[in-house]
């Protein structure tokens, strides 16, 4: 839906319930090779036809990973095909965990499904200020989607760096040299902080924590992850989703 909405903003689609082309829709900036027009012609006569209840079944047949968190499944599904998404439900819970996940570089969707396949029940957002202009990881999207997946969003700002801190950061040794800075003023400032987020851990028992930079060697969130381990006596091990 948020490409369609980008679509009909851009003047390639009307602004109606269907996914109906305008005639005089602009010019595409890049040319299209036949090779890939006919694959979206080939897509757009098989799906067209298949709406509502038709489509539900079609995806949860053909990829039967979407339909783990489904609570209408079995309404579209036999049970031998009920039995393979069951299969494809991750079964760690009982486990601990304590992760941490950036979002450079991948989508939204992406992103989600790394918490899903990991079985995180909890996403702690450890930005100083969670928006962003890459759709899906602003705060209020990014918790309304988690929500409707059964993962619980937390924010604690407190636990950021200001985003003027980091510019001009050109090496790892750049990186370090922050870190530092943020491991002797703020993680040290933000005690009760981290043990609430320990405290939360220990409650959840499979948590992520999040911020933007992809290598976890470049942001902050690892020296967090670094504390908790601390606070657990060494007694985690933390994965970088």
Request: net charge positive; charged share 30%.
């Amino acid at each position: 839906m948020a490409d369609k909405r980008k679509l009909i903003e851009k003047g390639f689609l009307k602004d109606s319930n269907e996914w109906d082309l305008i005639e005089t829709a602009p010019k595409a900036d890049v040319k299209m090779d036949r090779g890939t027009e006919e694959k979206l012609i080939k897509f757009s006569s098989k799906f067209k036809p298949i709406k509502g209840k038709k489509l539900i079944q079609y995806v949860y047949q053909s990829f039967p990973y979407y339909a783990i968190n489904s609570e209408i499944a079995a309404d579209f599904l036999t049970n031998d095909e009920l039995a393979t998404v069951k299969e494809l439900r991750p079964t760690k819970r009982r486990s601990l965990a304590f992760a941490t996940i950036g979002y450079e570089g991948i989508s939204v969707e992406t992103y989600i499904n790394r918490l899903l396949q990991n079985d995180i029940r909890v996403l702690v957002d450890v930005r100083k200020n969670p928006i962003s202009r890459k759709y899906g990881f602003s705060k209020k999207t990014l918790s309304s989607l988690l929500e409707r997946l059964g993962i619980e969003y937390v924010h604690i700002p407190s636990l950021g760096i200001e985003s003027s801190e980091r510019q001009e950061l050109n090496s790892q040794s750049d990186y370090d040299h922050l870190f530092a800075r943020y491991e002797n003023d703020v993680l040290t400032r933000e005690e009760q902080s981290l043990r609430s987020l320990y405290q939360l851990f220990q409650d959840k028992k499979r948590i992520a924590i999040t911020c933007f930079e992809k290598d976890h060697c470049q942001c902050h969130r690892s020296r967090v992850a670094n504390s908790i381990r601390e606070l657990s006596n060494h007694t985690i091990d933390i994965q970088h989703l």
